[in-house]
């Protein structure tokens, strides 16, 4: 039952899970905290990419409201909706999960651009292209079955969120609240495995650009850290100044 938090976060489950996993919730505080992480996570990253409409385009968009017949929706016997229903298969699921995400993402683009020129119809795509290359991976981490969060607390206020999936090799870093560094300066996330050397996630991305790094090859982490840096990351490979350390999300 653990392994639904990600699909239930995203609504990519079917009415019977649902009632189920609700259930679930009311006994199972860590799974409750899951996929409340899991749900703000997935409205940062629609929220990244989000843009405020033109004044004129409500205006079109009611105006293509009452040209354009509305057909009725289409139905089909309860008995066959159950039958389909039950024969939906797992993966369906996952796979629901994760464009649960990158559609975010891409409705972020499309909900305040007007396609009324080729110019920017390709502007569009373009923005569309790099935002699924950008959040898929992530939309694949949020639906792993093995996906596990934990949050921790920076000394100077804030923090980072962190989800890892073993299964993926992957890990996502996301900036939770930490302070705006003035003269350019980054964060950077570490990944630890016991005594060995800290080997870098890469930087956190500024807020307004989601706020989070993404990086594979997990392997046996155990600890994760965030290091403040000069911009671009730091310049030998080591962290510079250690800000906070957290244990890896078990």
């Known amino acids: 039952m653990h392994t639904l938090a990600g699909a239930f976060a995203l609504d990519a489950v079917s009415d019977l899970e649902r009632a189920e996993f609700s259930r679930h919730l009311e ?13 703000a ?4 990253l629609g929220a990244a990419m989000a843009e405020e409409p033109s004044p004129e385009f409500k205006d079109r968009v009611l105006a293509a409201m009452h040209a354009t017949r509305q ?6 016997p309860v008995a066959e909706r159950h039958r389909r229903s039950a024969r939906a298969p797992r993966w369906a699921v996952v796979v629901a999960a994760a464009a649960a995400v990158v559609g975010l993402a891409a409705g972020g683009v499309f909900g305040g651009i007007a396609l009324t020129q080729q110019q920017e119809l390709q502007t569009a795509q373009t923005r569309l292209d790099q935002a699924k290359q950008r959040y898929e991976p992530v939309a694949a981490l949020l639906a792993a079955p093995d996906a596990k969060t934990a949050h921790g607390e920076a000394p100077t206020g804030g923090g980072v969120t962190v989800i890892l999936s073993k299964s993926l090799n992957r890990v996502m870093v996301m900036d939770a609240g930490l302070p705006a560094q003035p003269g350019g300066k980054v964060y950077e996330a570490w990944l630890i495995t016991g005594s060995a050397a800290p080997r870098s996630a890469g930087v956190i991305a500024a807020a307004d650009d989601g706020g989070l790094v993404v990086a594979d090859g997990v392997g046996s982490v155990d600890t994760l850290a965030v290091s403040l840096e000069p911009a671009g990351g730091s310049p030998n490979g080591a962290p510079t100044d250690v800000l906070m350390s957290m244990p890896a999300p078990a």
């Open 41 to 44: 996570t997935a409205a940062r």
């Open 27 to 39: 006994q199972c505080e860590s799974c409750a905290q899951e996929v409340a992480e899991l749900r």
């Open 71 to 76: 057909l009725p929706p289409r139905t089909r």
